[in-house]
């Protein structure tokens, strides 16, 4: 039988970190962290929750540090969690690794949590690379990915993350800027890198600096990127705040033969288009229809939480509710009722429990 660990590096976490482990120490054999520097409680948070606990140096580089935590365990399969991280759906998958060869990379679903605190935060799923057979080691400075030989599988593992809360990126930031900086100065053309660099600034606002990032990533992304989507998405609103709607709208149409199910897509091309029409209220006759089309599109497709960065409402009440305002401002009475009602019975539905 296979044996299974929880690896993590870590430092300064005392915020979260027993909340991550206590979500899926009933799961694994063993809890390994490597505390790379703590100057709270870390440690004996981490010790207190049933990890076993190592400190190491800090190098300025999380590949080096991850390859280093991955060497504390001999386990067959390494799930590979954040502090900020916990699991809160699918440990029986995870469990049935044990009699699953490790011969494959698990993909996880990790849904980033995104607004100025806990509640109420937008939420945006990622498929991540996170459940590594014994052997696997990562590349990268910053924004480290796994490598390995072996086909990759999706798991269905359902993680949380909360660091991109605005009050825990404002901790980070000064660190994240730096190792991205340097990242990029080793490898100019990298395309990830450049996306990473282009969302970096695009978060802090500067969205006339994060265009170029965007642009040259689109341009040497490889079309089957996990990340393309997301790098889409980004460009099409970082456009959009740039006032170059023409180019969001020709981005659009090049990237729909890709993602022509994404519901994340009409919808973002909806929203350039209402910009469009306010900016310049010439073309506000034409492009009324557009932007009706378009979020209609994104409700006949749908959620689509297997998209990679698909944000939650896009292909529901989020579509329902801009349909509601944009009838309204036309004057649109029963329409805008209409639509309203129909989001706020897709929003209910999407927060009750399932069914047993």
């Keep these: 039988m296979n ?5 993590m590096i870590a430092r300064d976490e005392s915020r979260c970190i027993e909340r991550c482990l206590l979500s899926v120490r009933e799961a694994v054999d063993v809890m390994v962290v490597l505390d790379t520097g703590s100057s709270d409680d870390t440690v004996a948070r981490a010790e207190r929750a049933g ?15 991850r390859n280093a935590s991955l060497q504390l365990t001999d386990a067959d399969w390494a799930l590979v969690l954040d502090a900020d991280e916990w699991i809160t759906g699918g440990l029986p998958a995870l469990q049935a690794l044990r009699q699953a060869p490790p011969q494959f990379v698990g993909v996880i679903t990790v849904t980033n949590l995104f607004g100025p605190r806990l509640d109420g935060a937008s939420e945006s799923p990622s498929w991540v690379a996170r459940i590594l057979p014994r ?13 390995s030989p072996w086909p990759r599988h999706r798991i269905a593992l359902q993680v949380r993350h909360d660091g991109y809360l605005e009050p825990v990126q404002r901790a980070k930031r000064e660190r994240n800027q730096r190792l991205l900086a340097r990242s990029l100065a080793e490898r100019p053309d990298d395309a990830y890198l450049l996306y990473q660099s282009g969302k970096d600034l695009e978060l802090r606002g500067e969205f006339a ?8 990533a689109t341009a040497g992304a490889d079309g089957a990127a996990v990340w393309r989507h997301d790098l889409v998405l980004r460009s099409l609103f970082t456009l959009k705040k740039n006032r170059r709607h023409e180019e969001a709208l020709a981005l659009a149409q090049a990237e729909g033969r890709r993602f022509a199910d994404s519901p994340d ?3 973002a091309l909806g929203d350039v288009l209402l ?12 492009l009324v ?4 089309s378009s979020w209609q599109r994104a409700l006949e497709i749908g959620e689509r939480p297997d998209l990679p960065d ?3 409402g896009r292909g529901s009440w989020l579509a329902a509710h801009n349909l509601a305002v944009l009838h309204e401002g036309l004057g649109r009475t029963a329409q805008a009722e209409a639509w309203r009602s129909r989001a706020a019975r897709m929003r209910a539905d999407a927060t009750q429990p399932p069914m047993r």
């Design 3 to 7: 044996r299974i660990a929880l690896v």
């Design 51 to 65: 990890a076993r606990v190592h400190r190491g140096g800090w190098s300025d580089d999380f590949a080096a540090a």
């Design 135 to 147: 052997g696997t080691r990562y590349s990268g400075r910053f924004h480290e990915q796994p490598e």
């Design 209 to 216: 600096a994060a265009l170029p990032f965007y642009e040259r």
């Design 265 to 267: 897509l009409h919808f």
């Design 275 to 286: 910009d469009w029409a306010a900016v310049e209220p010439a073309r506000a006759w034409a």
């Design 289 to 292: 229809p557009l932007i009706e």
């Design 310 to 312: 698909s944000v939650r």
